[in-house]
C-alpha cells in the first residue's frame, strides 16, 4: 500500500498542476508565445517528434560516454589518493577548483580549443568535468570508511594493500560510490546541455541546441516539449541509477535494506 502511495501521491499531483495550468492559460488568454497550455505542446512533440528523437539520442550518448569517463578517471585517481596521500594533498585542491568554477565560463574556451566543428567533442569534455568531482569525492571518503578494526585485522593477516583494497576498502566504499554516481548522472546530462547551449551552432544537434532554436524562433511550445523530454530523461537517468545502486546493495548494506522493509 505504502509503495502504491508513492506513486499515485506524485502523480495525482502533476495531474493537477497540469490541469491547472491548463485552466489558468486559457481563462487568462496567455498568448502561446509567452506560455503555452499543456494542449499546445502535445501537438509540437507530436510534429517534432522525429527531431526531438535524434536531439535526444545525440544527447544521450554524450551524457553516457562522458559519464563513463567520468567515472572511470574519478575512481582511479581516488585509488591512487588512497595508496598515496602526497598525491592527494597536491591534487585534491585543484580538482574543488575545478568543480567550483562555473562551467558556463569554461565551456566557451574549450569549444574554442576543441573547434566548433567538433560541438560532440567539446560537449563530452565539459559534461565529463561536470560530473567527474562527485564521484571522485565520495570515492575518497568511502575508501578511508572502511572500519579500522577490520583493517587491522588484515594487516595481521598480511594481506597486501591490493587484497585490502578490493576486499574490503571498495566493498565499504560502494554506498559512498553509488551516491556520487546518482548525483554525477545528473550532471553529465546537465553538462551536455550546457556545451549545446554555449554553441550556439546547428553543427550541435542534441536537446540543447533544439532549445535554443526553438526559442530564437519564438516556437515555445517546442521549446516546452524538448525541455518536458529533458526533463522525463534526467528523472528516468535518476531513477535507472537508483536502481543499480539497489541491486548493488539491498542484499547486505543498512541503507537498501531498510528500504525494502
Known amino acids: 500500500m505504502n509503495r502504491a502511495l508513492r506513486i499515485a501521491v506524485p502523480l495525482a499531483l502533476g495531474a493537477l498542476v497540469i490541469g491547472l495550468w491548463q485552466f489558468l492559460v486559457r481563462h487568462n488568454g496567455v498568448p502561446v508565445y509567452v506560455l503555452p497550455a499543456p494542449s499546445d505542446i502535445s501537438p509540437a512533440f507530436r510534429d517534432s517528434f522525429a527531431e526531438l528523437m535524434a536531439a535526444l539520442w545525440t544527447t544521450l550518448q554524450v551524457t553516457w560516454i562522458a559519464f563513463v569517463l567520468a567515472f572511470v578517471s574519478a575512481m582511479l585517481l581516488a585509488v591512487v589518493f588512497n595508496l598515496s596521500r602526497t598525491v592527494e594533498m597536491a591534487l585534491f585542491p585543484y580538482a574543488v577548483v575545478l568543480q567550483v568554477t562555473p562551467m558556463v565560463s569554461i565551456a566557451p574556451v574549450i569549444l574554442i580549443w576543441i573547434g566548433y566543428e567538433h560541438v560532440e567533442r567539446a560537449a563530452v569534455l565539459i559534461a565529463t568535468i561536470v560530473a567527474f568531482f562527485p564521484i571522485l569525492s565520495n570515492a575518497t571518503v568511502g575508501l578511508r570508511s572502511a572500519d ?51 554553441a550556439g551552432s546547428g553543427t550541435a544537434t542534441g536537446l540543447g541546441w533544439v532549445i535554443t532554436e526553438a526559442g530564437r524562433n519564438l516556437q515555445i511550445a517546442k521549446m516546452f516539449a524538448a525541455l518536458g523530454l529533458l526533463s522525463a530523461v534526467g528523472v528516468a537517468n535518476f531513477y535507472l541509477l537508483t536502481f543499480v545502486e539497489w541491486a548493488l546493495l539491498h542484499r547486505w548494506h543498512e541503507s537498501a535494506v531498510k528500504q525494502n522493509a
Open 148 to 198: 579500522s578494526n577490520l583493517v587491522d585485522l588484515f594487516r595481521l593477516y598480511g594481506a597486501s594493500r591490493w587484497q585490502r583494497l578490493m576486499r574490503l576498502q571498495l566493498p565499504a566504499a560502494l554506498p559512498y560510490i553509488l551516491s556520487g554516481v546518482k548525483v554525477a548522472g545528473g550532471l553529465a546530462l546537465i553538462g551536455a546541455i550546457v556545451a549545446e547551449f554555449v
